[in-house]
């Protein structure tokens, strides 16, 4: 792979495929997921291991993001959401399925092809400290990529370092610093800005905003959107927070046990829920008016999450859904388009 670069704002490895940057797949869908499967096996023994049973972390999740859009991925702590975000970036490998990033098959890469093509996706993680290796100056943490893809001269990563920091609203002078001399919200900067320095065309964002206060959320949630603007990026956005969601995204998925149990654009979810979970997520929400906060309806879900390596036969929801009858036990609700691009997979219209 030639190391040669007149510009360094291009990851080399690009001039040896076909132009698939964001920029020439406007208004066309980036990443396509299809029936995407993470098992992850239970062993027992001491001297002879077996396989007494999976852990179904993710199971048969199929979701598509255009060019250039948000995608937000909501569910409670355990739901799988995590689990998927990294099986896309085969950071986990898949158990089956398959992720088309571009066109591109994900899922069939090995070895050097695979290492190259990572330059594309990048992660932003939930701990911004526990993530950047505290032996390493923001100069070294934000060049390191590029020197792994064998991108541009020591000068210009340096200079490319420089842009992205000032990208990210942090000054040139903070090169030469650690990354425990910064502040939480400065800390996700820096991890949002050396996701950037590959200039890929897919940003996954781990719970972005969840250790940081509540007063630099909304500045890191508003440089996710200019940066966006600025660089043509595509989003998967996994959060818990659903108003962080409701910000960020274009188009919603709500993950339980494994699965996605309904989808829909933004405003659409949070005006009409039509799965009992997505209703129960949002009748918890804080509203900002009293007299709405006074007598709206609240949906109490009753039991824990149950197990991914046990989930409940049929509908994975019944063992919790105030709804539930008979059928939910003995039939696995199907996947269906409810209206205009809404789905669902409940056996009732709620």
């Known amino acids: 792979m030639s190391t040669e670069q007149t510009e360094p704002h291009v ?28 098992h992850f096996p239970i062993r027992r023994g001491i001297v002879v291991e077996r396989t007494v049973g999976h852990v179904q972390a993710v199971d048969g999740v199929g979701l598509g993001i255009d060019s250039g859009g948000t995608y937000g991925l909501v569910g409670e702590s355990g739901c799988g959401k995590t689990t998927f975000g990294r099986a896309v970036l085969r950071l986990e490998e898949p158990t089956a399925g398959r992720v088309r990033l571009g066109g591109e098959e994900v899922t069939a890469m090995k070895g050097e092809r695979l290492r190259r093509f990572r330059s594309r996706m990048q992660m932003v993680f939930q701990d911004p400290l526990g993530s950047l290796n505290p032996r390493h100056n923001v100069d070294m943490l934000l060049s390191e990529p590029l020197k792994v893809h064998g991108v541009g001269s020591k000068a210009e990563r340096r200079k490319l370092a420089v842009e992205t920091l000032d990208a990210v609203g942090l000054p040139k002078s903070v090169l030469e610093r650690f990354p425990h001399e910064f502040s939480g919200g400065q800390r996700q900067r820096l991890g949002i800005a050396r996701a950037l320095m590959l200039r890929p065309d897919l940003i ?20 996710l959107d200019e940066l966006q603007d600025e660089f043509g990026l595509t989003y998967l956005v996994i959060a818990h927070d659903l108003a962080v969601v409701r910000h960020l995204s274009d188009r919603v998925g709500v ?13 659409t979810i949070y005006e009409r ?52 009858e008979d059928i939910c036990a003995e039939v696995e609700p199907e996947w269906r388009e409810a209206a205009g691009g809404h789905k669902v997979a409940c056996h009732f219209d709620l």
């Not at 490895?13 to 029936?35: G, K, N």
């Not at 996954?204 to 440089?223: H, T």
């Not at 129960?280 to 709405?292: G, M, N, R, T």
């Open 11 to 38: 990851p080399a490895q690009r001039t040896e495929e076909p132009d698939l940057s964001a920029a020439a797949t406007a208004s066309t869908r980036l990443l396509e997921v299809e029936d995407l499967k993470v």
């Open 255 to 267: 993950m339980y046990l494994g699965k996605l149990v309904e989808e829909a654009d933004s405003e």
């Open 273 to 324: 829920p039509r799965h009992p979970y997505t209703k129960a997520l949002l009748s918890a929400v804080p509203q900002p008016d009293p007299e709405v906060e006074a007598n709206r309806e609240r949906i109490i879900l009753k039991g824990d999450l149950p197990s991914p390596a046990n989930p409940p036969s049929g509908c994975r929801f019944r063992t919790r859904c105030p709804w539930a």
């Open 204 to 223: 996954v964002c781990d719970e972005p905003v969840s250790a940081l206060d509540v007063s630099i959320q909304a500045q890191v949630m508003n440089l």
